[in-house]
């Protein structure tokens, strides 16, 4: 359903193209873009130049008002192909190195290369937050949470799947899961290179985001206890898109089902295009079924 883009929504996708676009940064000597200066998800790294995660997301930015602007043109948006065209193909978006690794910002493989536990051990406070400036992990590979990883599960189909389960080998050792946000990015990813037992327990850490102790309530000094609502709705994505493999194909939903060992099933229902439907899932059979 497109109306919202005539109620002010398309406004606001080209404010953030062109915001995004004065961001840019283009070397003298280099045929892309660049964008400095900035924090990723990733929290404990900031003001790093060339996050991958963020590349990518300004690179869907462009695109998506290319897209928007081919169902709804006008004159005002069509002058602005050019630009947003430009933009999208010039992107800097980082490859994998010959290990197949993505580097998760400019000299990210330079940083000490240590575990989680040992950066743990170098708190003063528990309390302590881990990142800034002056943060055990600033200087260090262990990030906070899902940030490669995030990227590959949001644009897993631009990549193998040799190199969405490199990565996700490289960056979980080297991930604290310091957000509730982490453990389902890793679980989908897992999902998409065909390995749902080691998906299955970052699965249920977010869907007990709220049930368990364990999760940080502190930022430093600062409180920040609450619900998790986002948490829960990655763990309903892990489910539909990652365990049941809702997808769409042409305009029908596809089930592709690769659920843990443990469970006998799945049944649950999903809107689509102003529709019911109710997806049965046993072992490795599946029926969509409109209601």
């Known amino acids: 359903d497109y109306d919202i883009l005539?109620?002010?929504?398309?406004?606001?996708?080209?404010?953030?193209?062109?915001?995004?676009?004065?961001?840019?940064?283009?070397?003298?000597?280099?045929?892309?873009?660049?964008?400095?200066?900035?924090?990723?998800?990733?929290?404990?790294?900031?003001?790093?130049?060339?996050?991958?995660?963020?590349?990518?997301?300004?690179k869907f930015v462009f695109d998506t008002a290319l897209e928007l602007i081919e169902k709804y043109p006008s004159d005002e948006y069509n002058s602005l192909k050019p630009m947003l065209n430009d933009s999208a193909e010039n992107m800097f978006i980082r490859a994998p190195?010959?290990?197949?690794i993505i580097e998760q910002f400019d000299g990210y493989f330079r940083l000490e290369d240590t575990?989680?536990?040992?950066?743990?051990?170098?708190?003063?406070?528990?309390?302590?937050?881990w990142g800034g400036a002056y943060g055990v992990a600033a200087d260090t590979q262990v990030i906070k949470q899902a940030d490669v990883v995030a990227m590959l599960s949001m644009f897993n189909d631009d990549y193998t799947s040799e190199i969405m389960e490199k990565n996700l080998k490289y960056y979980e050792p080297r991930t604290?899961?310091?957000?509730?946000?982490?453990a389902c990015m890793y679980s989908l990813l897992s999902c998409y290179t065909n390995s749902p037992e080691i998906a299955y327990p970052m699965f249920m850490k977010s869907a007990k985001a709220d049930l368990v102790k364990g999760g940080k309530e502190w930022a430093g000094l600062v409180y920040i206890g609450g619900t998790h609502p986002a948490a829960a709705g990655g763990a309903w994505i892990?489910?539909?898109?990652?365990?049941?493999?809702?997808?769409?194909?042409?305009?029908?939903?596809?089930c592709k089902p690769n659920i843990p060992e443990k469970w006998h099933g799945m049944s649950f229902r999903l809107m689509y295009q102003n529709k019911l439907y109710e997806v049965n899932i046993t072992g490795e059979n599946a029926t969509i079924t409109e209601v």
């Open 97 to 100: 190195n010959d290990s197949g």
């Open 176 to 182: 604290e899961h310091g957000s509730s946000l982490s």
């Open 238 to 254: 892990v489910a539909v898109k990652g365990f049941a493999g809702i997808t769409e194909e042409d305009g029908k939903l596809i």
């Open 6 to 58: 005539n109620e002010g929504a398309m406004d606001m996708v080209i404010e953030c193209a062109e915001f995004y676009r004065s961001l840019l940064v283009k070397k003298a000597d280099e045929p892309y873009y660049e964008i400095h200066d900035v924090v990723g998800p990733d929290e404990y790294h900031e003001r790093v130049n060339n996050n991958a995660y963020t590349n990518r997301m300004t």
């Open 115 to 129: 575990s989680v536990d040992d950066v743990r051990s170098r708190l003063i406070d528990p309390k302590e937050y």
